[in-house]
């Protein structure tokens, strides 16, 4: 029926696979232009010099307010963003065949390959101030939080059931009152999920872009990230221990006073009246029990949060009903041409130089690079799949699973790479070794979620049927589970690829104990180029390939085992 | 007899190229409850979305108050199958949603629509949340909604459908005797249903649809008098009369 059209969230939507086009190709251009126009003045290095910070754990809880302040920047852009483009796709059928599938690309390209032109355009941008280095790092974060937003944006605005959308309109409501009773309360649901994920996202890429820690002596970001980095360039393990404490206690109190409330919250917009996750208990609840006080705390937490985000998304609605929009849309539309413009002169410029001997190791090191993504691929599967299918089996086990495993995901194991790398070195091991288990962090958790929101999705009859059949072990995976994750399954793939190849780029050329360790690998190649040689050609080179390599996979593999997955085992007929 | 609230003259309708209304014209009289009724495809919902001015005819015109209509009908308001409640909004906000869309401060807002929930025997659960309210209740709240915009036409899209048998009957003589009710302005309704003894009881005309295009069969006068019960011996001929025109 159209009115309970509320299926469980997904990081992507099957309805983004519609509309292959051409533009993929486009985009890739612009892309290209875009990496050029970011490094398009001399000097292109960046010594990796790093710079002193103060390690005195006093010092903790100021370092993660600067972390926790530069994620905030981000998210509010990202949710200004998300709505922005969102709301125009949902309202505009011809514009939406190219926002889509802009979107589609820039959440598959490996963004971190692009954070150190980021940092040479937002320096210059600062002249040269510290200010432009902070820049460069909410700007990586916001592109790991947007996408999935703006994406659950336009998919709430486009499920709005028909009938309330009518009726609405039948009233006569437009403008802020439409923005606040319908469209605004009808993205809540997904958008606070997707926010749990966005945050979970830019931890992982603020710590990174803190451990990178790019600057000319200078140059740094006072933060958990580089804290912990700089306790373990100096050997101090103790500390870099307690730094990582800090991060997991940041992240662990968001989950019990900002999410979890919120989730519970949002549940009063979805408009299945009774039905799956309708009772989410906030895990502030589970733990501490029910103590008149905590659920007092509770509320207040909740509401303050809640608030505080209503508050900005109203603003942005507003933005968005005026004139605003217009404003803003134009100023996009001459800034995207004049980079097309300077880009398209400055690319013909860089290609039509003579290929550097290094360009021929481009194909090697991506296959190399490949080869750990398809093991880090497997490992994922080897574990994610049995406990989906594990906690497909009844509906409390997801209510059991899910808050740790939301709270797991949120650690960004870039926090790690150090003490990784350190244990791999001191144990001798193939660097091999902790290439594949860094990538293996960044491609895990997009499969379990998805996998897991199949699971969620597994109709009860069917769910009865697996037990009275005792269907149990490899039939009930083949023949019940599979069938009905596979389009999640192959949904979470997507994801993890790409977050697979963003952690790449920090997996493969790893600083410790003051040198660089490196495998072979595009990783390494754009390392090289980016920090030790500063070849503009090789790096827009490097960039264009892996580009190139995602969008060639997705294309050619994922896009069609999705389309004859999805006419294969649909469940809602 | 006086000026019809509304007309269609020859409206049809079509989308991408295939007609789901065939010519057709009725009038609706001040004061009167008129039913439209037919199998599914006969196009009874795009008509009624046509009196809202939702849906342009695309051949042939509707007229309400007289005048050709080019837009939303500010005349009419609905009451939907699924009730189309906001359910992030209690009941009287959601039932103040016409008042809040023209500006009304919110303390005469809550005032009618405190007003319009008693009237339709929901005071008390001014507060309450759609999901805390039953099936039945939650369509009173529709109801009182679409009350709210005083509308000359009162549009219900099956509203009893969704409604298990019991609640659906209450329903049905809360809806007549509002429509006879001095307190509200509404007189006059347009019901869509597929029920043939829902139509006889309930309707002072029934217009009958055949589906493929959707085209009038029949206008059928029921002048059985009021109050009527439910299956009574007087509405026999009706619905005898109506079932043959529809199959």
């Not at chain 1, 790093?50 to 370092?63: C, F, H, I, K, R």
């Not at chain 1, 589970?481 to 780029?505: H, K, R």
């Not at chain 2, 006879?180 to 869509?192: D, G, L, N, Q, S």
């Not at chain 2, 309707?203 to 295009?213: G, S, Y």
């Amino acid at each position: 029926m159209s009115h309970h059209d509320w299926r469980p969230l997904r990081l992507w939507s099957p309805a983004r696979f519609r509309q292959p086009g051409p533009f993929d190709g486009v985009a890739l251009v612009v892309v290209a232009l875009v990496v050029v126009v970011l490094f398009i003045d001399e000097p292109h290095v960046l010594p990796r010099t790093s710079a002193t910070l103060d390690l005195a754990p006093v010092m903790l809880p100021l370092y993660a307010a600067y972390s926790g302040l530069r994620m905030l920047a981000a998210y509010v852009l990202s949710l200004g963003f998300a709505l922005s483009a969102g709301y125009w796709a949902s309202a505009s059928p011809r514009d939406r065949r190219l926002i889509l599938p802009a979107l589609d690309v820039l959440q598959a390209v490996p963004i971190l390959g692009f954070f150190p032109a980021a940092v040479f355009f937002f320096i210059r941008l600062a002249h040269g101030r510290a200010i432009g280095v902070e820049a460069a790092a909410v700007f990586l974060i916001f592109t790991s939080q947007a996408w999935n937003l703006a994406f659950s944006a336009y998919e709430s605005l486009t499920t709005i059931p028909k009938d309330l959308r009518t009726a609405v309109r039948l009233s006569g409501a437009d403008g802020s009152v439409l923005w606040r009773r319908l469209l605004l309360p009808a993205c809540v649901p997904r958008m606070v999920y997707n926010s749990m994920l966005s945050w979970a996202g830019g931890w992982y890429f603020l710590i990174a872009s803190e451990i990178i820690a790019i600057g000319q002596g200078t140059w740094i970001l006072p933060g958990l990230g580089s804290y912990i980095g700089q306790a373990i360039a100096r050997g101090r393990a103790p500390l870099a221990v307690a730094g990582l404490a800090m991060l997991v206690a940041v992240i662990v109190s968001m989950h019990l006073f900002v999410w979890s409330p919120l989730e519970a919250w949002a549940g009063r917009f979805r408009y299945e009246t009774s039905g799956a996750g309708e009772a989410a208990v906030p895990l502030v609840r589970v733990l501490a029990g029910k103590a008149p006080w905590v659920r007092r705390a509770l509320a207040a937490t909740g509401q303050a949060a809640a608030s505080g985000l209503g508050m900005a998304l109203v603003a942005v609605a507003h933005a968005l009903s005026g004139q605003w929009m217009r404003v803003v849309g134009w100023l996009a539309a001459a800034g995207a041409a004049s980079v097309l413009v300077y880009g398209a002169v400055a690319i013909v410029e860089v290609l039509l130089r003579p290929l550097p001997p290094e360009a021929l190791t481009i194909p090697t090191a991506l296959g190399f690079s490949f080869l750990r993504l398809l093991a880090a691929y497997a490992i994922s599967l080897a574990w994610t799949v049995p406990l989906a299918a594990w906690v497909s089996r009844s509906a409390r086990r997801v209510e059991l699973v899910m808050p740790p495993v939301q709270v797991l995901a949120s650690i960004p194991a870039t926090a790690f790479f150090p003490l990784l790398v350190a244990g791999v070195l001191r144990f001798g091991l193939d660097l091999n070794v902790s290439a594949i288990l860094l990538v293996l962090t960044g491609m895990q958790w997009y499969l379990l979620f998805n996998l897991v929101a199949a699971a969620q999705g597994l109709p009860e009859d069917l769910r009865e049927l697996a037990r009275m059949t005792e269907a149990r072990g490899l039939v009930y995976l083949r023949r019940f589970f599979l069938p009905a994750a596979l389009p999640s399954l192959i949904t979470g793939s997507i994801t993890a690829w790409g977050g697979g190849w963003n952690a790449l780029v920090l997996a493969e050329s790893v600083t410790a104990d003051g040198r660089t360790w490196s495998v072979d690998g595009i990783g390494t190649l754009l390392d090289e180029a980016t920090y030790v040689r500063g070849d503009l050609q090789m790096i827009v080179l490097v960039i264009v390939a892996m580009v190139g390599a995602v969008l060639l996979l997705n294309r050619a593999v994922w896009r069609p085992l999705y389309g004859r997955a999805s006419v294969r085992y649909r469940l809602d007929g | 007899m006086a000026e019809p609230l509304v007309s269609l003259i020859g409206a049809g309708r079509s989308f991408d190229g295939v007609e789901v209304v065939h010519d057709v014209t009725f009038d609706v009289f001040d004061g009167e409850m008129l039913a439209l009724i037919g199998p599914s495809g006969a196009g009874k919902s795009t008509l009624l979305r046509m009196i809202a001015g939702l849906i342009p005819p695309s051949s042939g015109e509707v007229r309400s108050g007289g005048r050709v209509l080019t837009g939303l009908n500010p005349d009419t308001a609905m009451v939907f199958q699924s009730f189309a409640l906001l359910p992030w909004l209690n009941a009287a906000d959601n039932v103040a949603l016409p008042l809040e869309a023209r500006g009304v401060p919110a303390a005469e807002r809550l005032r009618q629509a405190a007003h319009l929930l008693d009237l339709v025997g929901l005071g008390g659960h001014a507060r309450a949340y759609p999901r805390e309210l039953s099936g039945g209740m939650r369509q009173r709240v529709g109801l009182a909604r679409a009350l709210c915009q005083a509308p000359r036409v009162l549009l219900l899209d099956e509203p009893f459908s969704a409604l298990d048998v019991l609640t659906a009957h209450t329903l049905r003589d809360q809806v007549v005797d509002l429509l006879h009710e001095a307190a509200i302005p509404t007189r006059t309704a347009v019901m869509v249903t597929h029920s043939v003894e829902e139509a006889a009881y309930m309707a002072d005309r029934v217009v009958a649809l055949r589906a493929n295009p959707g085209r009038v069969v029949d206008v059928v006068t029921v002048d059985a008098p009021r109050p009527r019960r439910w299956g009574a011996p007087e509405l026999v001929p009706f619905v005898d009369r109506l079932y043959a025109l529809m199959t």
